[in-house]
């Protein structure tokens, strides 16, 4: 008895040392659900010859997701951190992706120092549009800052990076991300690991982000560039600003990215975005936005479009909210294609919440 008696006070000293460190765990998500109307649109949003559709459509205003954040407190200011988060067709039910966890999949660790998070995440340019966007990264699907800037369906047919699809690169697999945050400066710097038996550099992708936000004014920009399996590359930079005065906020972006798409081809495509939010009152908002992008490829005729947004929300509490979203598409030469109505039109009513 006299030996387990000091046995067990050292034991009942070490408990603490075990459970001190402060975890939690967040359970989040979005829902968002609309009633969509499309003239020259299909319900998903591709040009068609003629007609209109009608469809519930998940994720206008921002894609349906559900998540789960933790962080653990650590000793001597570190901490750990995952993210899980999975996207949602909020109209079938069904993930958005065949990836489960398409979204994020990550796991860190952080301090003073900033964080390091490893696993499938977004790209830079896409961290760096997010404070500049000029409808607040609205319907990703339809938002040409988050489609090609941002790479999400850079409608190359081929996988740059470890993106794991052919359709765009807007997130990673297999990636390494650092942030650090200094004051107003928030630096960030990744690299995407190709895994590739063919070496170090195919598949692969590395970037560099800086952004200031101070006050009213926000600066944001990233360059990153990114290696298909055969070694083709595609360079991709992003710049933006944005100011918030009084109830009104302007915004505006552009971006570039360049492609081999072959030996001997390549493709160049440029966004140019402006665009406002005014806060009518506190509980409604007035967003308008206008994209232009311009597409250059070897051997082709120059096209693009030219696309305004337009957003009106009305705040029914802190997590949900009425919005009403219209849209005008006008393409130049024949980026749709020649058999396609040369305009296209979208009118939506939906309700998001958060939690």
Known sequence: MNLLRPLAAAAALAVPALVCAQSSVTIYGIADLAVRRTSGLSAANAAVPSGSATALASGVN??????????????????????????LNLDTGLPANAKFFDRASTVGLGGGWGTVTAGRQTNLLADAIGPVDPVGMRFAAFNPNIATTALSAHGLGIEYGSAGATTGSYRLDNAVKYTGRFGPVTARAMHGFGENLAGTRPQSS?????????????????????????????????????????????????????????????????????????????????????????????????????????FAEYKLSRRSRLYAELDRTRWRDNFQGAANKPTGTGATVGLIHTF
């Open 206 to 310: 590395t970037g560099a982000g800086l952004a200031y936000a101070d006050g009213g004014l926000a600066l944001s920009g990233a360059w990153q560039t990114f290696r298909s399996p055969a070694g083709l590359t595609l360079d991709a930079a992003t710049v933006g600003a944005a100011y918030q005065w009084g109830a009104v906020r302007l915004a505006a972006n552009t971006g570039r990215s360049e492609a081999e798409t072959t030996a001997t081809a390549r493709t160049v495509q440029q966004v140019q975005s402006l665009g406002s939010t005014w806060g009518v009152t506190s509980a409604v908002d007035l967003t308008a936005a206008v994209y232009r992008l311009n597409r250059q490829r070897t051997g082709q005729r120059d096209d693009g479009y030219t696309r305004a947004i337009f």
């Open 62 to 87: 921002n894609t349906s997701r559900l998540g789960f954040r933790g962080r653990e407190d650590l000793a001597g200011g570190l901490f750990a951190v995952f993210n899980l988060e999975t996207g």
